[in-house]
């Protein structure tokens, strides 16, 4: 797409809206979630998954090398309404990267785990 | 190279947040909303033109699939398909600006593969009555809701550029009727299969009936009257269908 330099300064119509950021909450428990994933701590994470999610935060703590991973990096990010979908990658030497997706949403004032997609191996979430 | 690939197969940038159709409404409901988007949601512009500029590119997608899915079909079936890509990757232009426009951005909520499911069909006359009938004329009734949204709001931006996709989107309602016709002439059970796998798709975009059909003006234009029109069925006199007249919607002048 061509670039039309800056909005501001170019003739037509400019945005009526202001793009949504992720609050900072959200971001700070994924962040938090990333780690106890990196360190194992299976017992903290399942305390973050919501019911419905247990048994995927489960299976998403069970392909960890725990304490191994020293790097986690944030792929990428959307959300629908509330809800926000964190997409991330942990690594470290000799390992296999480690790509999950969870879905993260208030409940009670606490961010929690809805939904935890193991995507190690997998094109994408919407490999059957 | 492979022909009727899964959605996965999809190049999508690695940044992209993508989801099953299945875990984006389990997203909805566990926020004690409904299953669709509604226009009660805080970001109900950005999630519409989000979710119609995916549909776009996975539309252009389609139709370029369906161009190379089928290489015996005629060659005016393929060349109204090439011209289908074109049109749609014009469109995802489109609404990427309008994203852009609205203050969002292709990426900001997820994609789901429910569109990608429609392709699965080995006969070209599927594939026609699937995405073309049922797909595009689903987007018919969408874009002119958007546009009377835009006209109530008093915005000629999102009303004209709406406006010039669903122009473009009656043609492509047209064509897969038009399509449907020839590729089964003389043969009806392949009608009846494609008439089948088009009901399916509306089924699934109705929520299986939950929610009811429409009738919009525009989309009659393209001769498809209803989700469940079987207007194209071969008749021994086929006649002419009379087209019914658009409801006159009020034009802004200011652009």
Known sequence: MPDLGHRSNVMGPQPIGTRTSIPPAALNAYTVIADLLARGDRGALEALAMPQAAAEVAGLASEVAPGLYEQRELIGSAHIIQHWYFKAKISGPGLTPLTFQIRLGENEGRWMIWEATNLSGKRSAWTK | MEKMIPVDRLARPEHHILVPAANARRARTDQGRGITVSPFDEDFLKGRLHGICAGEFQAMEAAGRTLFDFPDAPWEFQLDMARQVW?????????????????????????????????????????????????????????????????????????????????????????????????????????????????????????????????????????????????????????????????????????
Not at chain 2, 98 to 103: D, M, N, P, Q, R
Not at chain 2, 119 to 133: F, K, L, Y
Not at chain 2, 145 to 157: E, H, N, S, T
Request: proline letters at 7%.
């Open chain 2, 87 to 255: 049109d749609e990757s014009r469109h995802a232009e489109i609404y990427m600006k309008l994203l852009e426009y609205v203050g969002s951005y292709l990426g900001e909520f997820p994609e789901s593969e429910v569109l990608w499911s429609c392709t699965q069909a080995d006969d070209p006359a599927c594939r026609v009555a699937g995405i073309n009938r049922g797909l595009e004329g689903l987007a018919c009734d969408v874009f002119e809701q958007i546009i009377r949204l835009a006209q109530k709001m008093g915005d000629a931006v999102i009303e004209r550029a709406v406006d010039y996709v669903l122009a473009d989107e009656i043609t492509h309602v047209r064509m897969g009727s038009k399509w449907m016709r020839k590729l089964t002439e003389g043969d009806p059970e392949r009608y009846a299969k494609a008439a089948a796998f088009q009901e399916s798709i509306d089924l699934t975009f109705t929520f299986a009936g939950a929610v009811p059909p429409v009738r919009i003006p525009d989309r009659s234009l393209s001769t498809s009257t209803t989700r469940t029109s079987n207007s194209t069925r071969p008749s021994p006199s086929p006649k002419k269908r009379a087209c019914s007249p658009a409801l006159p919607r009020k034009r802004s002048n200011v652009w």
